[in-house]
């Protein structure tokens, strides 16, 4: 291996025959929504395989290329590529090294050797867009996208879907970072968009937009709450369903009087943690949820069917019914989701399963 290609991962015994190489997007594996999430699908799949695991970062786009091609030419079993700006790069290496078994993770390539793990993102997003519109104080959320692009319009899609059945009269309003797959890498971007959200009187706010969010989840816990005064015209407080919950020292100080918490919510991975101030899960916490877009789950898939010899190119779609999706539920958020809406969003994971509810996936 080139000094520039890490190992990242060494698990099983020195024998092992399988050999996996990971090229992220932008924002690398230390990105904690969809290249952080993947990798740590493929590296559960090393541990519990007994697989050995490498990964590149690359700078931008354009180095994916000799990356992955790298990664073939030292006859790896596998090679991932992780998110669509690695689709270029892992086709062509795939249509050149065509005995070699690829996986693509968040995007579609047409060589016969690469599977292709896309998912059903309006299926999740609809259930998160479900809480928010049930939650909303305000009936005004936003939503965050990162690049302006097809595959992040069906997470905006499914998450108005969601809004919509839960609040018929609630309005989303939604905007984008950039137009380039920087705009998943611009956090300063995302944080002045969730301003400008807040000011038309969002209070909860999702961000779809890989590390870029980061920007959307500080700007909300920094922010804490909305306060009447400050709310715009035609807006107003419409239900306080977060009173009973317990709040920390500094929300108590900083937001008395008639005000409502602010909240954000996530994607890819759970990633509620982060909406805590005072590390006690007991509090009021700042995620009201995430959307779990499982690419961890498409990565151990990918790994396991190339260990197990049952690995086939192609299309591979992941939804609620195969377990690719789902909405975060943990100790930072249960006092914030009550009983009686777990049990209608169980209701309406059935009825997407079932084929009862179809769930758009273009404007």
Same mark, same amino acid.
């Given at each position: 291996?080139?000094?520039?290609?890490?190992?990242?991962?060494?698990?099983?015994?020195?024998?092992?025959?399988?050999?996996?190489?990971?090229?992220?997007?932008?924002?690398?594996?230390? +990105?904690? @929504?969809?290249?952080?999430?993947?990798?740590?699908?493929?590296?559960?799949?090393?541990?519990?395989?007994?697989?050995?695991?490498?990964?590149?970062?690359?700078?931008?786009?354009?180095?994916?290329?000799?990356?992955?091609?790298?990664?073939?030419?030292?006859?790896? +079993?596998?090679?991932?590529?992780?998110?669509?700006? @690695?689709?270029?790069?892992?086709?062509?290496?795939?249509?050149?090294?065509?005995?070699?078994?690829?996986?693509?993770?968040?995007?579609?390539?047409?060589?016969?050797?690469?599977?292709?793990?896309? $998912?059903?993102?309006?299926?999740?997003?609809?259930?998160?867009?479900?809480?928010?519109?049930?939650?909303?104080?305000?009936?005004?959320?936003?939503?965050?996208?990162?690049?302006?692009?097809?595959? *992040?319009?069906?997470?905006?899609?499914?998450?108005?879907?969601?809004?919509?059945?839960?609040?018929?009269?609630?309005?989303?309003?939604?905007?984008?970072?950039?137009?380039?797959?920087?705009? $998943?890498? +611009?956090? /300063?971007? /995302?944080?002045?968009?969730?301003?400008?959200?807040?000011?038309?009187?969002?209070?909860?706010?999702?961000?779809?937009?890989?590390?870029?969010?980061?920007?959307?989840?500080?700007?909300?816990?920094?922010?804490?709450?909305?306060?009447?005064?400050? %709310?715009?015209?035609?807006?107003?407080? *419409?239900?306080?369903?977060?009173?009973?919950?317990?709040?920390?020292?500094?929300?108590?100080?900083?937001?008395?009087?008639?005000?409502?918490?602010?909240?954000?919510?996530?994607?890819?991975?759970?990633?509620?943690? %982060?909406?805590?101030?005072?590390?006690?899960?007991?509090?009021?916490?700042?995620? %009201?949820?995430?959307?779990?877009?499982?690419?961890?789950?498409?990565?151990?898939?990918?790994?396991?069917?190339?260990? !197990?010899?049952?690995?086939?190119?192609? *299309?591979?779609?992941?939804?609620? !019914?195969?377990?690719?999706?789902?909405?975060?539920?943990?100790?930072?958020?249960?006092?914030?989701?009550?009983?009686?809406?777990?049990?209608? %969003?169980?209701?309406?994971?059935?009825?997407?399963?079932?084929?009862?509810?179809?769930?758009? +996936?273009?404007?």
């Amino acid at each position: 291996m080139k000094p520039w290609i890490a190992l990242l991962v060494l698990c099983g015994l020195a024998s092992a025959q399988v050999r996996v190489g990971m090229a992220f997007d932008t924002g690398g594996k230390n +990105d904690p @929504t969809f290249n952080g999430v993947a990798y740590a699908g493929a590296q559960r799949a090393a541990q519990q395989l007994k697989a050995l695991l490498y990964d590149f970062e690359p700078g931008d786009p354009s180095q994916v290329l000799p990356g992955v091609r790298k990664f073939a030419e030292e006859g790896f +079993d596998l090679i991932i590529g992780v998110g669509f700006a @690695t689709e270029p790069g892992i086709t062509a290496t795939a249509k050149e090294f065509k005995d070699t078994k690829f996986a693509l993770i968040d995007s579609v390539s047409e060589a016969p050797n690469v599977q292709s793990l896309v $998912f059903r993102e309006n299926e999740g997003t609809f259930l998160v867009g479900y809480i928010a519109g049930r939650l909303t104080q305000t009936g005004v959320v936003g939503f965050v996208g990162g690049m302006d692009i097809p595959l *992040i319009h069906k997470f905006e899609v499914g998450y108005r879907e969601g809004v919509k059945k839960a609040c018929p009269t609630c309005r989303v309003i939604a905007n984008y970072v950039g137009n380039t797959p920087a705009a $998943f890498n +611009d956090p /300063a971007k /995302a944080k002045e968009i969730a301003g400008l959200q807040k000011a038309q009187g969002a209070d909860i706010i999702y961000a779809a937009a890989g590390a870029s969010g980061l920007g959307v989840f500080n700007y909300v816990k920094e922010t804490r709450c909305l306060k009447a005064g400050d %709310l715009p015209r035609g807006v107003r407080f *419409i239900r306080d369903p977060f009173r009973t919950v317990p709040k920390y020292a500094a929300y108590a100080q900083a937001c008395a009087g008639n005000t409502r918490p602010m909240f954000f919510i996530g994607g890819d991975g759970n990633l509620n943690f %982060l909406g805590d101030t005072d590390s006690n899960p007991q509090t009021l916490n700042h995620a %009201l949820t995430c959307m779990l877009k499982k690419v961890d789950v498409a990565a151990f898939r990918a790994v396991e069917a190339v260990v !197990k010899g049952t690995f086939k190119g192609g *299309i591979v779609s992941l939804g609620l !019914k195969e377990g690719g999706l789902d909405f975060a539920l943990d100790p930072f958020n249960q006092a914030l989701i009550p009983d009686a809406l777990r049990r209608e %969003l169980e209701a309406l994971k059935k009825a997407v399963i079932s084929g009862q509810i179809k769930v758009p +996936d273009t404007r």
